[in-house]
T-cell receptor, first 114, second 113 residues
Framework: KQEVTQIPAALSVPEGENLVLNCSFT??????LQWFRQDPGKGLTSLLL?????REQTSGRLNASLDKSSGRSTLYIAASQPGDSATYLC?????????????FGGGTRVLVKP | DGGITQSPKYLFRKEGQNVTLSCEQN?????MYWYRQDPGQGLRLIYY???????QKGDIAEGYSVSREKKESFPLTVTSAQKNPTAFYLC????????????FGSGTRLTVV
């Protein structure tokens, strides 16, 4: 059974520092991995989607890497801002999962202090 | 603008009542999903549908029911059999196939009163 873990559960950094968020998964047989952002009481906003054949994806200040063989992904957020404060979730679509369903990690809650 | 609309944002249920959460998408996506989010437990799949008139149970389907009569709509009913329904409910959709990501709605917070 696929398990997705995000460590740490919470992170606090001063404004301007780079953020590094980690995600690990137990079964490397995945179609893709997706990073989401969730603000309190809100839905999930998709940040980046990495296909299993890709090593990384970039969007603005965000860069996500994928190492499928070791079961790891890292989300980098450059020059963090207070507006980056949110919970970040990673999720994988497993090849063995029926219906292409997502398996989520528990999330990392980020606070960027001004 | 294409997206997923969930309504209502807040819903209160009395003991023994059935309530229905609405989810509508205009993205022309084939697949739709319902997830439940509880503090400290992450997101868990309740039901999913890959095509109209067909749906499958997820990991925590007991006490819930769904229908998929139209491609755009995937309502979730929380029945009285669901003993602990207080949670945040999220609807999502995706294009069929493994190359596509998910789009999520803004959620419905259900509280038992």
């Amino acid at each position: 059974k696929q398990e997705v873990t995000q460590i740490p559960a919470a992170l606090s950094v001063p404004e301007g520092e780079n953020l590094v968020l980690n995600c690990s998964f137990t079964d490397s047989a995945i179609y893709n991995l997706q990073w989401f952002r969730q603000d309190p009481g809100k839905g999930l906003t998709s940040l980046l989607l990495i296909q299993s054949s890709q090593r990384e994806q970039t969007s603005g200040r965000l860069n996500a890497s994928l190492d499928k063989s070791s079961g790891r992904s890292t989300l980098y957020i450059a020059a963090s801002q207070p507006g980056d404060s949110a919970t970040y979730l990673c999720a994988v679509t497993g090849i063995k999962a029926a219906g292409n369903k997502l398996t989520f990690g528990g999330g990392t809650r980020v606070l960027v202090k001004p | 603008d294409g997206g997923i609309t969930q309504s209502p944002k807040y819903l209160f249920r009395k003991e023994g009542q059935n309530v229905t959460l609405s989810c509508e998408q205009n993205l022309n996506h084939d697949a739709m999903y319902w997830y439940r989010q509880d503090p400290g437990q992450g997101l868990r799949l309740i039901y999913y549908s890959q095509i109209v008139n067909d749906f499958q149970k997820g990991d925590i389907a007991e006490g819930y029911s769904v229908s998929r009569e139209k491609k755009e709509s995937f309502p979730l009913t929380v029945t009285s059999a669901q003993k602990n329904p207080t949670a945040f409910y999220l609807c999502a959709s995706s294009q069929q196939g493994s190359n596509y990501g998910y789009t999520f709605g803004s959620g419905t917070r259900l509280t038992v009163v």
